[in-house]
């Protein structure tokens, strides 16, 4: 069975800098991968999502994500990251061809004045 | 407005009681979905339907039940069997059953159980 990896639970940056928020899966097999944000007490919703074609994928709120399928790596980034920002950030990917996906631990994005 | 709708968005039960927690959609989805939530555990799926009538068990499943009589309701009840249900559940939905997981996920905003 599929398993992702967010390595960081908590990442603090300064408003206005860069990020870079990391995720690995467990298998190069075929996958789909995916970027979810949850606002304070809210339910998810869709940043991004890669199904295939190109590797560098753009998604709502100035965020993007490179799929890397020989490190299976889907880290998520920001050029510069705004208050708005704070939330927590799920990475998911499919689970071999079942209408479900795994879900990472999630990473606390922390937005510094 | 089309959306997932859940109720109420804050529960709280005693110990030894069954609770049912609501779950509505007006996309017309398909695919149905129940998650848990508990802090620095990610989401955990409890329970998924493709069609009405079916579903089957996530990886957490004992101590809860679900049905899927109608396309837009997919209602969770937490069993007095559940041994430490106090968390945050989580609906969603998906258009298609045999995506193969394709398919991106819209989720309700979600209800807090805590059982005293």
């Known amino acids: 069975a599929q398993s992702v990896t967010q390595l960081d639970s908590q990442v603090p940056v300064f408003e206005e800098a860069p990020v870079e928020l990391r995720c690995n899966y467990s298998s190069s097999v075929s996958v789909y991968l995916f970027w979810y944000v949850q606002y304070p007490n809210q339910g998810l919703q869709l940043l991004l999502k890669y199904l295939s074609g190109s590797t560098l994928v753009k998604g709502i709120n100035g965020f993007e994500a490179e799929f890397n399928k020989s490190q299976t790596s889907f880290h998520l980034r920001k050029p510069s990251v705004h208050i708005s920002d704070t939330a927590e950030y799920f990475c998911?990917?499919?689970?071999?061809?079942?209408?479900?996906?795994?879900f990472g631990k999630g990473t606390r994005l922390h937005i510094l004045p | 407005d089309g959306g997932i709708t859940q109720s109420p968005k804050y529960l709280f039960r005693k110990e030894g009681q069954n609770v049912t927690l609501s779950c509505e959609q007006n996309?017309?989805?398909?695919?149905m979905y129940w998650y848990r939530q508990d802090p620095g555990q990610g989401l955990r799926l409890i329970y998924y339907?493709?069609?009405?009538?079916?579903?089957q068990k996530g990886d957490i499943a004992e101590g809860y039940s679900v049905s899927r009589e109608k396309k837009e309701s997919f209602p969770l009840t937490v069993t007095s069997a559940q041994k430490n249900p106090t968390a945050f559940y989580l609906c969603?939905?998906?258009?298609?059953?045999?995506?193969?997981?394709?398919?991106?996920?819209?989720f309700g905003p979600g209800t807090r159980l805590t059982v005293l």
């Open positions: 339907s493709q069609i009405v009538n079916d579903f």
């Open positions: 998911a990917v499919s689970d071999g061809g079942e209408d479900k996906i795994i």
């Open positions: 996309l017309n989805h398909d695919a």
């Open positions: 969603a939905s998906s258009p298609q059953r045999g995506a193969g997981g394709a398919d991106t996920q819209y």
